[in-house]
């Protein structure tokens, strides 16, 4: 049974990655902690600002350690998904942080979330906001979960052509490449030939990475000028799509344009995953970001996605990983290390082809992430102005009709 910790809490949200689950014997006893519908879980410390309403598909799920939930009473007064809505104001936010105990990390407690102050519309009226805004929600979810599905594909092809070599395998062994038309599978050969560092498809080669790839390119940026920053907290630990970044003066760090990918170097972002596809930038514009980025960039014919796409592959992150050095909390992967990491280099015909596939795949995944970031901001725009009345219902709906539209 899955175990619902700060780390799971997203805005507005359980985040499943990596929960922590229990056996029936341990459930039957922590019954006091399960989860009910529309119960809202908040961290007890650190991000106080985060909450997650509890839906059908979690019904039963546990409260651990850390964590406090939310249960409205019997009186049939608010609504909870209006009221998880509420708490994610940034007024709201700000009382919260305002009234949590501790000098060095926040804590909350029941006692101060009892006494958030929430305006309460008429009971119709929070169903009806929660359902317009619910009705976001949804559409963001699905545009997430099609971009999950849309990076699997891809992830699926670079293992299949460059790890696997199964279209190579299966025209060695006189079969017709599954899922595969005939005019791509024709730029494969149908054989493997020796090479000082073993079998590789005849045609293609063995390169180290530093061969393959420019690692940290030069990219033009002057001390003190204003450019998009990227810091590590804002790269994500699955999926290309950095979440935020600001404007900020140029410092020491990482410099990259679009189409780069950023490789975290330092424990445990290494380990946690932390990369990033670099496609916020205007054209031309470059940007920068942590000191613990390593900047990847394929160089021709391998297409730009080709460095996210090894960025994470298992293999590649785990020879990452093992090849850290340095003192025990501060351990990094150095550039010449990283740079002797094998992969198997295409013939142009081929690379080409796999451009022609993925890139298509990136480019849909970036707009699917900017509309979702754009209902996300329409969403937290609409909510505090229909909960004040600055802003009637049906206007609201024409707002978001549009913006689906």
């Known amino acids: ?62 409260c651990g350690t850390g964590c406090l939930k939310v249960r409205l009473g019997d009186q049939r007064i608010a609504d909870a998904k209006f009221i998880s809505y509420c708490l994610r104001l940034p007024d709201t936010k700000e009382w919260l942080i305002r009234h949590a105990v501790g000098a060095t990390m926040p804590n909350l407690n029941t006692g101060i979330l009892s006494v958030v102050p929430i305006t309460l519309p ?11 805004l619910g009705a976001l929600d949804d559409r963001i979810t699905l545009l997430r979960e099609t971009n999950a599905t849309l990076e699997a594909i891809a992830q699926a092809l670079f293992k299949s052509w460059f790890v696997d070599f199964d279209t190579v395998l299966a025209k060695a062994e006189g079969r017709q490449p ?21 079998l590789v498809p005849k045609g293609w080669r063995w390169a180290a990475l530093a061969d393959a790839y420019e690692m940290n390119p030069a990219r033009k940026l002057k001390k003190g000028e204003v450019a998009p920053y990227l810091d590590m907290s804002s790269a994500p630990t699955s999926g290309h799509c950095s979440e935020a970044y ?9 410099k990259f344009t679009n189409g780069d990918t950023l490789l975290a170097r330092i424990t445990p972002c290494l380990e946690n995953g932390k990369s990033a ?55 990094r992967i150095q550039n010449d290390m990283l740079g002797r990491f094998l992969l ?23 707009a699917n992430h900017k509309q979702a970031q754009t209902l996300g901001l329409l969403r937290d725009t609409l909510l505090p102005r229909l909960i004040s ?12 009709s549009e913006a689906l539209t």
């Not at 219902?393 to 707002?399: C, G, M, R």
Request: charged residues 20%; aromatic residues 8%; glycine residues 10%.
């Open 1 to 62: 049974m899955p175990v619902v910790m700060p780390t799971n809490i997203g805005d507005g949200g359980i985040a499943t990655e990596g929960i922590a689950r229990i056996g029936q014997e341990d459930v039957e006893r922590l019954q006091q902690h399960k989860l009910q519908l529309d119960d809202i879980v908040f961290s007890r410390r650190g991000d106080v600002t985060k909450n997650a309403l509890v839906r059908e598909h979690e019904v039963g799920w546990l």
């Open 122 to 132: 008429p009971l119709s009226l929070q169903v009806a906001i929660a359902e317009l």
């Open 178 to 198: 599954e899922g595969m038309d005939a005019a791509t599978a024709a730029l494969f050969p149908d054989s493997f030939e020796e090479s000082e560092l073993g």
């Open 246 to 254: 600001v404007q900020r003066e140029m410092g020491s760090g990482a």
């Open 277 to 331: 596809f670099v496609d916020f930038l205007d054209d031309g514009q470059n940007g920068w970001g942590s000191t613990e980025f390593i900047v990847l960039r394929p160089k021709a014919p391998l297409p730009e996605y080709h460095g996210y796409l090894l960025a994470r592959h298992t293999q590649f992150r785990d020879f990452a990983v093992q090849c850290m050095s340095g003192t025990s909390g501060r351990q």
């Open 344 to 366: 198997a280099l295409p013939t142009e015909s081929v690379a080409n082809a796999f451009s022609d596939f993925v890139m298509p795949i990136q480019k849909s995944i970036t």
């Open 389 to 400: 009345g600055q802003l009637r219902l049906p206007d609201a709906e024409q707002s978001m």
